[in-house]
């Protein structure tokens, strides 16, 4: 089967690895490179937020984070296993979830403005080695890319077309309902921190990735 799949981010590169994996003629086509794309400036915190339907959510973090688990034992993926906590402002139960992640302990010892804290040890991303790991393990697999900007959806050619295009989406399908969410990085020395902190309701995150 030949496929193409449009974009070259974290969505892009891993669908092309399994389809490749799994015996398809794959070819990524992409306006950015990898290091170029929103993937790469993500905090690599992996735990749903805002992600619907919540009657699938927990399936797919419980795979993905067995697959990232499995990943941070391997030497140069960028992936670990990091403890930490989710701070939060108001009262509400424990995320349905809680055990595709490995489960959570609720803390109320908080302090103000936070009224509870869940602590877990998600799989954390350096998207810095990752992605090019990711990229070099698709190129492995035989997964060919070609840069460019695509107009269409056509299949012109192919059996399959795999739309990862993020939200160069909004344009391609067109889809007008995907809309950014606008997030400011900013990196400074790591005194050597062993725990993440996210803020869940103002959304403000520490993230330890090193150097
Ligand atoms: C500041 C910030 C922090 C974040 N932190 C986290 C986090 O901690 N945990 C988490 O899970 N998520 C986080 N995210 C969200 C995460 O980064 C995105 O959900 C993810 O990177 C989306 O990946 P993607 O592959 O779908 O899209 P992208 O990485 O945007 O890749 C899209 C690809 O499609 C290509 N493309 C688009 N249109 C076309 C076209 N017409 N023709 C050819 N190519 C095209 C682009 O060039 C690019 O290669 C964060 C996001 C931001 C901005």
Redesign the pocket.
């Known amino acids: 089967m030949r496929i193409t799949v449009?974009?070259?981010?974290?969505?892009?590169l891993s669908c092309a690895l399994r389809l490749a994996e799994r015996g398809a003629r794959v070819t990524v086509?992409?306006?950015?490179a990898p290091q170029d794309?929103?993937?790469m400036?993500?905090?690599?915190?992996?735990y749903p937020r805002h992600c619907e339907p919540e009657n699938r959510t927990g399936r797919w973090t419980a795979v993905s984070v067995a697959e990232f688990r499995r990943l941070a034992a391997e030497p140069g993926t960028g992936v670990r296993s990091v403890p930490g906590r989710l701070l939060r402002r108001e009262h509400r139960p424990v995320p349905d979830w809680a055990d595709a992640v490995g489960g959570m302990i609720r803390r109320t010892d908080v302090g103000e403005p936070w009224v509870d804290a869940l602590e877990f040890s998600p799989p954390l991303i350096d998207t810095a080695v990752y992605l090019p790991w990711l990229a070099a393990r698709a190129e492995a697999a035989g997964v060919r890319t070609e840069y460019?900007?695509?107009e269409s959806l056509d299949t012109d050619g192919v059996d399959l077309v795999v739309n990862?295009?993020?939200?160069?989406a909004r344009?391609?399908v067109p889809d007008e309902t995907v809309v950014p969410a606008r997030?400011?990085?900013v990196h400074v020395a790591d005194p050597g921190l062993g725990e993440w902190i996210v803020d869940e309701d103002d959304f403000t995150?520490v993230l330890p990735h090193g150097e």
Not at 29 to 32: I, L
Not at 41 to 46: E, H, I, K, N
Not at 164 to 168: P, Q, S, V
Request: aromatic share 2%.
């Open positions: 449009i974009g070259g981010g974290i969505i892009g086509r992409t306006a950015a794309t929103t993937s400036v993500a905090g690599g915190l992996v460019g900007h695509v990862a295009a993020g939200l160069g344009e391609l997030g400011q990085v995150y």
